[in-house]
C-alpha cells in the first residue's frame, strides 16, 4: 500500500512488546568507502495497471526460506511486512505473518529517530520501543514496531549477502474506502529517505545508493544497485531542488501533444510506483483532456459513463480487446524536461490508456487535486510501462529509456535488449480499485 508525495509519516513512541536484540551480518561485508561495491540485485515483478493495479516482488525475510509479498513503492521509504501479532486490518495472506523474535529497534537508534518530524519527541527510557505510524495520501496507513532482520540476497556477480535490515513490523492497517485490503503482506519502500532499504543496503557498502524498476503487462523487474545500468541510450534529469518530501521528483517539465507544444509549462513531477495512473492538477488534467476531445472529434468514439472503471471512458464501434485496436486514435503526449537537453518521457497512447474488462478504452490520466493531491503532478505506473526507470540517489539523477520490460539479459554490467521470458503473472486476477498512494 504505498503513498504518493502527500504521505504523512508519525512516530509515536509507545510501549511494545518487544526486547531489542542486534547481532552480526551474516555475511561480512565490504566497507563503504572501499574501492569497488559488491554487486547489484534483480528481483522479477508480478502484477499489471489493469486489472490488478499494483506490481509486488517476493523478498525473503530471515534466515529460512520464509519469503514475503510486497507491493513496490518509489513514493514512500519505510518498508512492513504484516507482524504475526494481534491486528486490526490485516493483510489479506494470513500465511504470510512475519515473526518478531526479540530484534524490535529501540527509539535511541539513528534509523528511528530519522522517522520523526519534529525535534520534539523525546525516548522516556533507554528500552523503549520504535513504533511507526505511515499514512498515505489516500487515508490509508500502517501502524506498528521498527524492527531489524536478516535480508538474505543473491547479487548479480554470484555472491550472496544477509544484511540486517531495518522495516517495520505492523499491527494496525487502515485501508481507504472502499478499497480492500491488498493481496499482498506488505509494503517495499524505495524510497531516497534513510530508513528506505537502498539507502540502508548503501550505507552498509553492499551496493550504490541506485534502484530501479522496469514495468510491463506481464510483470517486469525491479533492480537495486548500478551494474544493470548501460553506459548510453539512457535520457536523465536532475532530481528536483525543490523538497517534496523524500519523493523522486523532477522538473521543470513542459507538455507536447501530437508533437506540438501544449502550452503547460512549468511541471514538477513526481515519479511513483506507487499509483496506478498518473495524476495532474486540475488545470493540467482539464488541458490534457481539452486537447485529447478536441483531436477525438470525428473519429467513431463515444463516451461511455456507464464504466465506471476510470472517470473517462470511450466506447467504439465494438469492444476493444486490447490497446493494438485502439490506439491509432489518439496522439502521442510527451514531457518534456526544459533545463535538460533532449530529456523527454513519450507517452504513447498506451502509456496513458487502458481497455476495460467491457471493451471500453479509459483515460489513465486522472485529476489528482480532486483526489487531495493538491500541486502535486505524480507520473504513476501507467505512464512507466515499457521504460527502464532509474533513481541514482548518488548522482542526484532520474533516468530512463524504453525496452520490453518482459525480458532482459544481464552482459557484464550493462543492460541489453531483452532475450527470454523474466516472468508471466499467474494465478487469479482481483476485482480492479484504482489505487492512489
Not at 505473518?97 to 522517522?115: G, H, M, R, V
Not at 548510453?232 to 517539465?253: C, D, F, K, L, R
Not at 507544444?261 to 495512473?277: C, E
Not at 526544459?338 to 489513465?364: H, M, R
Request: proline residues 6%.
Amino acid at each position: 500500500m504505498p503513498r504518493t508525495p502527500t504521505l504523512i509519516l508519525f512516530l509515536l513512541l509507545l510501549l511494545a512488546t518487544f526486547s531489542v536484540c542486534f547481532s552480526a551480518n551474516i555475511f561480512s561485508l565490504r566497507k563503504k568507502n572501499s574501492d569497488r561495491l559488491l554487486s547489484s540485485a534483480v528481483f522479477p515483478l508480478k502484477g499489471n495497471v489493469y486489472p490488478l493495479g499494483y506490481y509486488s516482488v517476493s523478498i525473503n525475510i530471515g534466515k529460512g526460506d520464509e519469503a514475503f509479498e510486497f507491493d513496490i513503492d518509489s513514493g514512500s521509504d519505510l518498508t512492513w511486512v504484516q507482524c504475526d501479532a494481534p491486528c486490526t486490518g490485516c493483510t489479506k495472506p494470513r500465511g504470510q505473518l512475519y515473526k518478531p523474535d526479540n530484534n524490535a529497534l529501540t527509539c535511541f537508534e539513528p534509523l528511528c529517530a530519522s522517522l520523526h518530524l519534529t525535534a520534539d519527541q523525546q525516548c522516556e527510557s533507554a528500552d523503549e520501543q520504535c513504533q511507526y505510524e505511515i499514512e498515505y495520501a489516500d487515508h490509508g496507513s500502517s501502524l506498528g514496531v521498527l524492527v531489524n532482520d536478516h535480508f538474505p540476497l543473491k547479487l548479480t556477480n554470484g555472491s550472496l549477502a544477509a544484511p540486517r535490515i531495518a522495516f517495520g513490523c505492523g499491527y494496525d492497517h487502515k485501508y481507504s474506502v472502499p478499497n480492500p485490503p491488498p493481496p499482498t503482506a506488505g509494503v517495499l519502500g524505495l524510497g531516497n529517505g534513510e530508513v528506505s532499504i537502498i539507502s540502508q543496503l548503501s550505507n552498509m557498502g553492499i551496493m550504490r545508493n541506485v534502484v530501479g524498476h522496469c514495468l510491463s503487462e506481464q510483470g517486469g523487474f525491479l533492480f537495486f544497485g548500478d551494474e544493470l545500468i548501460p553506459s548510453s541510450g539512457v535520457a536523465w534529469t536532475s532530481m528536483s531542488s525543490e523538497s517534496i518530501g523524500n519523493h523522486y521528483s523532477s522538473g521543470p517539465a513542459e507538455v507536447y501533444f501530437g508533437g506540438k507544444a501544449a502550452g503547460i509549462k512549468g511541471l514538477t513531477l513526481v515519479f511513483d510506483s506507487g499509483s496506478s495512473y498518473t495524476y495532474f492538477t486540475s488545470q493540467v488534467y482539464d488541458s490534457v483532456l481539452a486537447l485529447v476531445r478536441d483531436d477525438l472529434r470525428g473519429k467513431p468514439l463515444e463516451d461511455a459513463p456507464e464504466d465506471k472503471s476510470l472517470p473517462i471512458c470511450w466506447r467504439g464501434p465494438q469492444p476493444f480487446k486490447s490497446l493494438r485496436d485502439v490506439k491509432n486514435y489518439f496522439r502521442p503526449l510527451a514531457l518534456h524536461f526544459t533545463k535538460t537537453k533532449n530529456a523527454q518521457i513519450q507517452l504513447p497512447p498506451e502509456s496513458y490508456l487502458i481497455v476495460t474488462k467491457y471493451g471500453n478504452v479509459c483515460f489513465g490520466i486522472l485529476n489528482g487535486t480532486e483526489v487531495g493531491l493538491g500541486d502535486l503532478n505524480i507520473i504513476g505506473d501507467v505512464s512507466l510501462q515499457d521504460k527502464m526507470v532509474i533513481y541514482d540517489n548518488e548522482r542526484r539523477k532520474i533516468g530512463w529509456f524504453s525496452t520490453s520490460c518482459n525480458k532482459f539479459q544481464k552482459e557484464g554490467q550493462s543492460f541489453c535488449e531483452p532475450e527470454g521470458p523474466l516472468s508471466i503473472l499467474s494465478g487469479n486476477y482481483y476485482e480492479y480499485i484504482p489505487k492512489i498512494f
